[in-house]
């Protein structure tokens, strides 16, 4: 047995070390994540926050589980895709705890990492995945040793999209939570709402999607005097429709019956409605792992890893480097889906 898989999660805003037991089970990570006090997230200063901070989270996931560095068998680590300075500070801790503790180091693409703490939380067999996070918004199948992606944005991701919308409005990062409360509280007091004067454009172009001319156009509906509640759940409405139409598509295309939810957008709770309307009409079933788990995450890293380790895959020092534009799809799926 290879012991305890640590995982280090340092893709963008969170810094975050997650433990995956000798069984295989995985633990809630321990997190910290920048918050500017204004404007979107520094590449620089979301680095230097993980740099400074790495030590007590770490020192906090080891004496949570009681788990002492010689218990670490498997060290994976984010290795793309993701922001550079960042990247590069989780990439430096793992190679530096590997070679203190000469265990093998194990770079992992952190979209597919989504995708695999899903199926595990889950028991998803072979969904098509909704991964809705800040930085993507795709939809993916399993299709001949690959995560395939059939859908995606042609700009910005669906969270960055509402994290920014929320910015205009003074409303800090990150914003995606702040609106869903914003438009389930002004619901309650519009329980039969109506898309008159409230209409944005549809994000879907083919399989796939666009949202920033959605952004402005939301705030011309806030310029010409409509409440930010009201703008703020048609926003949702809008966004997340789109993203489940092509979702049902690719399911409809692939024949696949099951719907897996993954990324910080995730944990939006109107969204998940949608997505379970969606298949009990196709006679498929919907599942959303818990909210710390849709979220950037050092456990579903630390889960992959240990796939992959098991699957015969190690990095060497050479093979390290971060990759900022990994890809969903370069990495070869070599388990059993
Ligand atoms: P990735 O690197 O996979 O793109 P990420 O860096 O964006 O991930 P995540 O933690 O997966 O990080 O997602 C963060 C995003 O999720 C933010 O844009 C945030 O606003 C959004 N989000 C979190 N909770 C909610 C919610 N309840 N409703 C809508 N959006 C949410
Ligand atoms: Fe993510």
């Known amino acids: 047995m290879a012991g305890w898989t640590l995982g280090i999660e340092s893709t963008a805003h969170t810094l975050s070390f ?38 007590s989270l770490l020192t906090n996931v080891l004496e949570k589980y009681d788990v002492h560095p010689g218990d670490i068998g498997i060290v994976a680590y984010s290795q ?20 203190r503790l000469n265990t093998p ?17 889950c ?9 809705v996070s800040g930085g993507n918004t795709q ?19 669906i969270g960055n999209m509402l994290d920014k919308f929320a910015r205009t409005q003074g409303i800090p990062f990150p914003g995606g939570p702040v609106i869903e409360k914003l438009a389930s509280e002004w619901l309650e007091n519009n329980p ?13 172009r083919g399989m796939d999607l666009a949202f920033s001319g959605v952004m402005t156009a939301a705030q011309r509906l806030l310029d010409n005097g409509a409440p930010l509640g009201a703008v703020c759940w048609s926003l949702q409405e809008h966004a997340f429709s789109a993203c489940v139409e092509i979702a049902e598509r690719a399911m ?5 019956t099951e719907l897996l939810l993954g990324g910080g957008v995730a944990c939006n709770s109107r969204l998940r409605q949608m997505c379970e309307l969606m298949t009990e009409e196709r006679d498929s079933t919907s599942h959303a792992p818990p909210r710390m788990y849709c979220i950037d995450n050092g456990t579903m890293i630390a889960l992959l890893g240990k796939i992959e380790y098991q699957n015969g895959r190690v990095t060497s020092y050479e093979q390290s480097a971060v990759d900022q534009y990994l890809r969903t799809d370069q990495t ?6």
């Open 252 to 256: 409809s295309h692939t024949g696949k």
């Open 332 to 337: 070869p799926v070599t388990w059993a889906v």
């Open 123 to 131: 028991g998803c067999d072979d969904p098509v995945l909704l991964y």
């Open 80 to 99: 793309g895709p993701g922001l550079g300075p960042c990247l590069r500070v989780g990439a430096a801790i793992a190679r530096g705890i590997s070679s």
């Open 192 to 204: 039969n709402p109506s898309l008159d004067g409230l209409e944005l454009p549809f994000a879907v």
């Open 105 to 121: 180091l194990i770079g992992v693409n952190h979209c597919v990492a989504h995708i695999e703490i899903g199926r595990q939380q």
């Open 139 to 157: 939809v993916i199948a399993h299709l001949d040793g690959r995560y395939r992606v059939l859908g995606e944005t042609l700009d910005i991701g």
């Open 18 to 55: 997650g433990l995956v037991d000798p069984l295989g089970n995985p633990h809630p990570a321990c997190s910290d994540t920048v918050r500017p006090d204004e404007g979107g997230i520094h590449p620089r200063e979301a680095a230097d926050h993980h740099k400074d901070i790495a030590n």
